[in-house]
């Protein structure tokens, strides 16, 4: 089979991901995947509570040391501030959280407030090692998280 093969079809751009303004695949979408073998039934996503997160690897030293930079307030380890960082809003960072996948949670969350607060908290990481991700807006388009 080859991509001559797929029935041709035009569709309007649907608005994926948006509780309010819900869509379905149109009837030649859904036959051209029936085509490739999949059955384009609905797969519900996975609730934010049961998506599977990996344990935590900062050490409390790290994280005291953190803690001095920032403020309890705005260092997050708890399951919350680790999912909401973990991936971005690529189709393969949307499917994975989807299906529960958070593989990729990091272990803590800093939020500085301060150009010295940014060198200061690099500057903790390096000296324990730790791997530092800039997150910004999240989008991760250029699949960084």
């Known amino acids: 089979m080859s991509e001559f093969d797929l029935p041709l079809f035009v569709d309007r751009r649907p608005y994926w991901g948006n509780p309010a303004t819900p869509t379905t695949l149109s009837p030649s979408i859904l036959d051209a995947l029936k085509l490739l073998g999949i059955d384009g039934s609905p797969h519900p996503a996975v609730d934010a509570a049961q998506v599977q997160l990996p344990a935590g690897t900062l050490s409390p030293a790290t994280r005291n040391d953190l803690e001095a930079v920032v403020g309890a307030g705005h260092l997050g380890d708890d399951a919350d501030a ?39 908290i690099l500057k903790v990481c390096a000296a324990h090692r730790v791997v530092v991700t800039p997150f910004s807006g999240g989008t991760s388009v250029v699949g960084g998280l």
Do not use: Y
């Open 82 to 120: 680790r999912l909401q960082h973990t991936r971005g809003w690529s189709l393969s960072d949307i499917l994975k959280m989807r299906n529960g996948d958070g593989s990729d949670a990091p272990d803590a969350v800093v939020t500085p407030g301060s150009h010295d607060e940014v060198v200061e």
